[in-house]
Structures are given as structure tokens and as C-alpha cells.
């Protein structure tokens, strides 16, 4: 039998395609034949669970990252993020920003990297425009006393693509920012961000879907993005009722590309026994524009779905025998902050099947930053 460092090309690439990620780095490490087919990346990674984006490693600036699959840290050297606040991630995306408020769009697989022009100030407080200005280093005037590290998670609250940078440069990058979470939108070639018109009052979240972008408001209104001639949010499908009567609070909600299927996703908080809001459950719920109507959903046909900071990633648990079936994993969303102690204590996995509550990374772990872990699915390709 041939040795296995002399396998035929083609042989080799066929493995590969078996592959997780950490294994395609594994694998071109054997020897110098199975390395020049690791950097031809003819096949894809295997199917994989998305990664949870952490802080910076204090010795060595590198960031961290957890892989949920094989439940280990893996710190990779990306220089462009140190220091920077991850806002949000799509297909494959970070964005990023630095305490002067600029930001970048980065791959962090393959370093491919997009300078954003200057994010749009606020516009409901007339006392943080420096936002947009030079930044002093003794900064510390920031809205309702807050340092301004501690205003960064309020200033770009969610961030998404239309498209993957790498396949089209033709993508547009919506955002929601200020306190009100108002939305914006950036497309490579524009020298600033366009913000656009809406109602009263902020946005829970946004979607790119079918060809239009949506946003959801506490009053559970979905709105689509009209972008001639003017851009605004335009009111459109069925009227859906709030949880319990309530409006926001107590509530976060979720927007998802669900198999082509649009999903409205309710995340309901309790406090618990130190006052933290923590998730108590969550509601899934199919509005259908067109027949303007509405289905509850009490199972998602074995998927999981992923939510955070993050364009909600959903995967096929069937093909990722670690991943929970009817699983709904979630991340803190960092929106209440301490002057004394950030940490991540609102983490776990919620079972629609059985309306249990699950762990999937310590609760107790407390880091010294106001990152909110961000979900991301790798994509080196």
C-alpha cells in the first residue's frame, strides 16, 4: 500500500471535502503534498456549527474564537480587529468599529477588508456629534454620562449584507445606530452613509430578504426599505399581536431568512434573582406578507437557529449531529450596561420541543469588555 503522503491529487481533494475548517488547517500541516492541496481550496468546509466571536487575548492582541462544534478557543491574528468592537456578522463578515467611531468591513479568515466611510451621527442627542469628529483622549462626555467605550454597543446596534462581498461587489450594508436604531444603508463607491426615513422610534432588527430589506419595530410593524426616491420605511403585512400585551420591554425581536420563508422570532426576558434580564423563552412566528396573515410556529423542522448581533444564521441539525434539533442558541445582547462589571451571563440554547432552557458555553465566564459575542459562520473560500 502507497504511503499516505503519496495519495493521488485528486484522492486528496476528495478527503478535503470531508473536512471541517480547523481540519483543512490540520490537514495542509502533514506535509508539504497535502499542503499544496489544502491551498488549492477546491471544496468548501464540511457543514459546521457557526463560531462565536470573543475579545481580544490581552497577551497577545490576537482574537478569540469559539468553535460550538468542537467546544474549543481558537485565537487568530487579525491585526485589524484589535481594539475594535464587533457590531455584527454576515456571510461570513465582521463589522467593526474603533473608539473614534470608524469602521471597517472585514473577513477575518482571509483578511479581505472594506473601509467604511464615517457612520452617521446621531441625531436625537445634539451633544455627542464629535462622534464623527477627532476624538480627544480624554474623552468622557458621552450621552447620559456614559465613558465612551461604553457608548460603542449603543452607537451601531445591528450591521448586515444584502450579498457576500466576495462573490459580488455589488452588495449593499444596512445598519442600525443611535439610540433609536435607525437604519442606514452603504454600498461600495459611496463617499457616506444614507440614512433613511422612518417612523417614531426605534427597530429590533433588519433583514435582507428576497430581493428587499425589512425592519421589525417593538410593535412587532414590519417595514420594507423603499429606496426611490427617496429611502424610507414603508409599513407592509399583517397586524401582529404583542406578547402579553406588551410593547418592548421584555422583549427583543429577531428577523430570518428561513428557507425562504420569512420568520418574525420573540425573545422574552425575565429578571432573575440579581436583577439581570435574563431570557425566559421565545416565539416563533411566520408573518406572510402577501396573504397578510400570520402563523405561529411550534417547531422549525429540526433546524437551529442562531441570534445575536449576527444576521440570524440558521443550520440543519439532521447533518450536525452536536447541534440541538429545534434548538434556538442565543448570545447576550449587551444593551444593559454596568459602570463596574460587563461580562456575557445571558447565554444558552432554548428547546422548542420541550421549553427548556440549555447551556452551550459557561455562564459564568465574565470577561473585562463590553463585546457581545457575535455569531459567525467561517467562510476562508
Known amino acids: 500500500m502507497a504511503a499516505w503522503s503519496d495519495l493521488t491529487f485528486d484522492v486528496l481533494e476528495y478527503i478535503t471535502s470531508f473536512l471541517p475548517l480547523p481540519d483543512h488547517y490540520r490537514f495542509g500541516a502533514v506535509c508539504k503534498n497535502w499542503r499544496s492541496v489544502s491551498k488549492q481550496r477546491r471544496h468548501p468546509p464540511a457543514p459546521q456549527l457557526p463560531w462565536l466571536v470573543l475579545e481580544d487575548a490581552k497577551e497577545t492582541n490576537k482574537r478569540k474564537f469559539y468553535s460550538l462544534s468542537e467546544a474549543k478557543h481558537y485565537s487568530l491574528d487579525v491585526p485589524e480587529l484589535h481594539g475594535r ?80 462581498p466576495k462573490e459580488t461587489s455589488d452588495f449593499t450594508a444596512m445598519i442600525l445606530f443611535g439610540e433609536m436604531h435607525e437604519s442606514a444603508f452603504w454600498r461600495p463607491g ?43 420605511l414603508i409599513k407592509v403585512g399583517p397586524k401582529i399581536p404583542l406578547e402579553n400585551g406588551v410593547e418592548s420591554c421584555g422583549i427583543q425581536r429577531y428577523l430570518i431568512d428561513f428557507n425562504g420563508h420569512m420568520l418574525l422570532i420573540e425573545r422574552t426576558y425575565k429578571s ?91 455562564v459564568d465566564v465574565f470577561f473585562p469588555c463590553i463585546d457581545s459575542p457575535v455569531w459567525i459562520t467561517p467562510d476562508p473560500w
Open 85 to 164: 468592537y464587533i457590531c455584527g456578522s454576515s456571510h461570513g463578515w465582521l463589522f467593526a468599529v474603533d473608539l473614534k467611531i470608524t469602521g471597517i468591513l472585514i473577513n477575518p479568515f482571509t483578511r479581505e477588508c472594506y473601509e467604511l466611510p464615517p457612520l452617521p451621527a446621531y441625531t436625537r442627542r445634539i451633544n455627542v456629534t464629535t462622534l464623527i469628529e477627532k476624538v480627544p483622549d480624554d474623552y468622557n462626555g458621552g450621552p447620559i454620562g456614559l465613558t465612551f467605550e461604553e457608548i460603542q454597543p449603543r452607537y451601531i446596534f445591528k450591521a448586515i449584507l444584502s450579498h457576500d
Open 190 to 232: 459611496d463617499s457616506s452613509w444614507t440614512v433613511i426615513d422612518g417612523p417614531r422610534g426605534s427597530m429590533d432588527d433588519i433583514l435582507y430578504f428576497k430581493g428587499n430589506f425589512y425592519a421589525v419595530s417593538p410593535r412587532n410593524k414590519i417595514y420594507v426599505v423603499d429606496f426611490e426616491p427617496e429611502p424610507k
Open 272 to 362: 432573575d434573582e440579581k436583577a439581570r434580564c435574563i431570557t425566559d423563552g421565545f416565539i416563533v412566528i411566520e408573518p406572510k406578507l402577501e396573504q397578510n396573515c400570520y402563523n405561529i410556529c411550534y417547531d422549525i423542522d429540526g433546524y437551529a437557529l442562531f441570534l445575536g448581533r449576527n444576521a440570524c444564521i440558521h443550520v440543519d441539525s439532521c447533518r450536525l449531529p452536536k447541534c440541538k434539533k429545534n434548538g434556538i442558541y442565543f448570545t447576550h445582547p449587551n444593551e444593559s450596561l454596568s459602570p463596574k462589571k460587563f461580562g456575557f451571563h445571558d447565554l444558552g440554547v432554548f428547546d422548542m420541543t420541550d421549553k427548556t432552557m440549555g447551556t452551550f458555553y459557561s
